[in-house]
């Protein structure tokens, strides 16, 4: 257990959906990472929040978007949800610069 | 751009054998190294790190792995695997001052009894 929760564990959504995932870091940790993970693939790199502002983004389009909130809990949300968006995502936590402590993940279904 | 690569896709072991999983990273720079492990079911948890210092680090359930600075390799080892080491493994990177974890494809390990 590492403290990190995510919501929800699944979620089916059809293409157009837009849809929230939701993250709770761990007790002390100031940043949020999330990752996307598709079947067979290690974890890619979305965006990451420190602090309350996005502090880097990877190779994913501006529908993919994110909020970290005072207490340093952070959603994910994707607009237009496409097939190609069917994955396992990941939210991690940390302090930046150090080790990150994954969540469980929530694996979404586009159909 | 900076990438990991995992040669061994699926490993196939008996209890007792020894395992050695190979991890290489495509960057010049300063970088901090990762194993993580999925277990069945479970989330990604860390292994084992490497930050600086000695280059032969060692992590939890006897793991261990050396980094190779020459190589740009971080292989991760253990002398004697068990049932319970069934699981998938992941070499990620972060790249100095960047707090970005680059992931592998993992390696799926089967272990035997």
């Known amino acids: 257990e590492t403290g990190v929760t995510q919501s929800p564990t699944h979620l089916i959504k059809t293409r157009g959906q837009q849809v929230t995932l939701r993250c709770s870091s761990q007790?002390?940790?100031?940043?949020v990472s999330w990752y996307q993970q598709a079947l067979g693939q290690g974890p890619q790199f979305i965006f990451q929040y420190y602090r309350e502002e996005e502090n880097g983004r990877g190779n994913f389009p501006p529908r993919f978007s994110g909020l970290q909130f005072p207490n340093y809990s952070s959603e994910l949300n994707v607009n237009a949800l496409e097939l190609d968006d069917s994955a396992l995502y990941l939210c991690a936590s940390s302090l930046w610069g150090n080790e990150q402590f994954f969540g469980p993940g929530t694996r979404l279904t586009v159909l | 751009a900076q990438s990991v690569s995992q040669h061994n896709h699926h490993v196939i072991l008996s209890e007792a054998a020894s395992l050695e999983l190979g991890c290489n990273y495509s960057?010049?720079?300063?970088?901090?190294l990762f194993w993580y492990v999925q277990y069945p079911g479970q989330h990604l948890q860390l292994l084992l790190k490497y930050f600086s210092g000695d280059p032969l680090v060692k992590g939890i359930k006897g793991f261990e792995a050396e980094f190779i600075k020459s190589k740009f390799s971080f292989n991760l080892r253990k002398p004697s695997v068990q049932w319970s080491d069934t699981a998938e493994y992941f070499c990620?990177?972060?790249?100095?001052?960047?707090?970005?974890?680059?992931f592998g494809t993992g390696t799926r390990l089967q272990v035997f009894p």
């Open positions: 960057y010049g720079g300063t970088v901090n």
């Open positions: 990620a990177v972060m790249i100095y001052n960047t707090d970005k974890l680059i």
């Open positions: 007790s002390g940790h100031n940043t």
